[in-house]
């Protein structure tokens, strides 16, 4: 069992707010990653980190924005909730296997609504 | 660009029945496969994954999946379903140098009737 949490799992906000998602992971992974997961879509990679003081733009463009100060730990922030934020939250992360094939491990996700 | 399909969106499947659910890649020399199956409310479990070698792998919980290079697939396979395998299922796909991006499919729901 992979140990990578999120908090929350459910966040209800206002449009306007300020929101941080947080992810933790205890396995010293130096990769980690943020994804979007609309309902009967697929997953969108939004930001990635090959390790601390890293971060990088995924596929899908976001407002949100990430820090990576420590290993185990790589927030995410929307600096002003909208009601198109409104979506799961994926965080993930791996190990530096090389060039790709290293598997992800996967939080349980946060469920945002912005109302 | 790398792209994942899974033209299933929905399957039903009895339980004790076997299951296949299908996944197509895009073409690239070196590709890394994955299943990752998706409980309501949890997050992806890797199922199993494809590096290279034997082209029949096994993962957890009875799963198979076959590479077939010549027809771009990564198929996943259960000799029988049980009632607890109803789930969302996703294939993705990396690539060497894409620094472990993975791409994923939209993912088929099985449902499992008893």
């Given at each position: 069992?992979?140990?990578?949490?999120?908090?929350?799992?459910?966040l209800v906000?206002?449009?306007?707010k300020?929101?941080?998602?947080?992810?933790?992971?205890?396995?010293?992974?130096?990769?980690?990653?943020?994804?979007?997961?609309?309902?009967?879509?697929?997953?969108?990679?939004?930001?990635?980190?090959?390790?601390?003081?890293?971060?990088?733009?995924?596929?899908l463009?976001?407002?949100?924005?990430?820090?990576?100060?420590?290993?185990?730990?790589?927030?995410?922030?929307?600096?002003?909730?909208?009601?198109?934020?409104?979506?799961?939250?994926?965080?993930?992360?791996?190990?530096?296997?090389?060039?790709?094939?290293?598997?992800?491990?996967?939080?349980?996700?946060?469920?945002?609504?912005?109302? | 660009?790398?792209?994942?399909?899974?033209?299933?969106?929905?399957?039903?499947?009895?339980?004790?029945?076997?299951?296949?659910?299908?996944?197509?890649?895009?073409?690239?020399?070196?590709?890394?496969?994955?299943?990752?199956?998706?409980?309501?409310?949890?997050?992806?479990?890797?199922?199993?994954?494809?590096?290279?070698?034997?082209?029949?792998?096994?993962?957890?919980?009875?799963?198979?999946?076959?590479?077939?290079?010549?027809?771009?697939?990564?198929?996943?396979?259960?000799?029988?379903?049980?009632?607890?395998?109803?789930?969302?299922?996703?294939?993705?796909?990396a690539?060497?140098?894409?620094?472990?991006?993975?791409?994923?499919?939209?993912?088929t729901?099985?449902?499992?009737?008893?």
């Open positions: 069992e992979a140990d990578i949490y999120q908090t929350p799992r459910y906000i206002g449009t306007g300020k929101i941080t998602l947080e992810c933790s992971q205890t396995m010293g992974h130096d990769k980690m990653y943020w994804y979007q997961q609309d309902p009967g879509m697929e997953l969108h990679l939004i930001h990635y980190s090959y390790g601390v003081n890293s971060t990088e733009k995924g596929d463009s976001s407002e949100s924005t990430v820090s990576r100060i420590r290993t185990e730990h790589f927030p995410l922030t929307l600096e002003s909730a909208r009601p198109s934020h409104t979506s799961q939250y994926l965080c993930a992360s791996s190990e530096y296997i090389g060039q790709g094939g290293s598997p992800l491990h996967f939080g349980n996700g946060t469920r945002l609504t912005v109302t | 660009a790398q792209s994942v399909t899974q033209p299933d969106i929905h399957i039903t499947v009895s339980e004790g029945a076997s299951l296949e659910l299908r996944c197509n890649y895009s073409y690239g020399a070196t590709p890394y496969l994955f299943w990752y199956v998706q409980s309501p409310g949890q997050g992806l479990q890797l199922l199993l994954k494809y590096f290279s070698g034997d082209t029949l792998v096994q993962g957890i919980k009875g799963f198979e999946a076959e590479f077939k290079r010549s027809q771009s697939s990564f198929n996943l396979r259960k000799p029988s379903v049980h009632w607890s395998d109803a789930a969302e299922y996703f294939c993705a796909v690539y060497t140098g894409t620094a472990s991006k993975l791409t994923f499919g939209t993912g729901r099985l449902q499992v009737t008893l």
